[in-house]
């Protein structure tokens, strides 16, 4: 039976380290441990999802409703700002209501339709401006994330209205101590199960450390002086 609340997983986790005759670890540092490696697996599964979209139903509870971001920066191309979200953590797909400017295959002003955007990664920049394939124009907008916002790069006059972003947000925070449902996990059982089984591996590589080992005498040495 796969774990539901924090609890079971803090259990199941105690379970795995008594197996390996490990000491336990307490419920403090499990929840730090818990939330390192419950962003390490999202992320994981997010790089499957850009390969096999199967993956969406186990990412699906941390996936909002698309938003329309409105333009923070100027009225004009690269120059637009939109701010992501709070609680943004990756992108997985960015478009677009862009406002047409001397742009004879389509009539000047505001568009209707979303642009879907390409993302620009910092490494390819002068890449993709030198290759006139991938050159970006009306038809080929890129994006880039700077920080906490979104910038556009169109090759034309014609500038972003508003950014429609789909995006995966970052999970609640686990917290075993407390009370039930307020601190779960709220990633699909069979995940929380993973997570129990990447906790109790990181605790007993950490215990097995003996750098570790010694960092944590001379802590407890410094605290009781």
Not at 2 to 19: A, G, H, Q, R
């Amino acid at each position: 039976m796969f774990p539901v609340t924090s609890l079971d997983m803090y259990n199941l986790t105690l379970e795995l380290l008594n197996k390996a005759n490990t000491s336990s670890v307490e419920p403090s540092e499990w929840n730090k441990m818990a939330n390192s490696k419950q962003t390490e697996i999202v992320l994981s599964l997010y790089r499957q999802y850009q390969l096999d979209q199967s993956v969406i139903d186990k990412l699906k509870v941390i996936i909002p409703e698309p938003v329309v971001i409105a333009n923070t920066g100027a009225a004009v191309a690269e120059q637009e700002i939109f701010v992501l979200p709070t609680n943004y953590l990756r992108a997985l797909n960015v478009g677009g209501k862009m406002n047409y400017v001397g742009e004879k295959c389509f009539a000047d002003g505001p568009g209707i339709k979303v642009h879907p955007w390409n993302l620009l990664r910092d490494d390819e920049e002068n890449i993709v401006d030198d290759n006139p394939y991938r050159k970006p124009n009306i038809d080929k907008i890129y994006y880039r994330q700077s920080g906490s916002e979104i910038r556009v790069k169109t090759g034309t006059s014609s500038y972003a209205l508003t950014a429609r972003l789909r995006y995966l947000r970052q999970p609640k925070t686990i917290d075993v101590t407390l009370s039930p449902g307020a601190g779960d996990c709220e990633l699909p059982e069979d995940v929380k199960n993973d997570l129990c089984y990447l906790i109790a591996k990181a605790y007993i590589d950490q215990q097995e450390s003996g750098r570790y080992n010694q960092i944590a005498q001379e802590t407890k040495e410094i605290i009781n002086n």
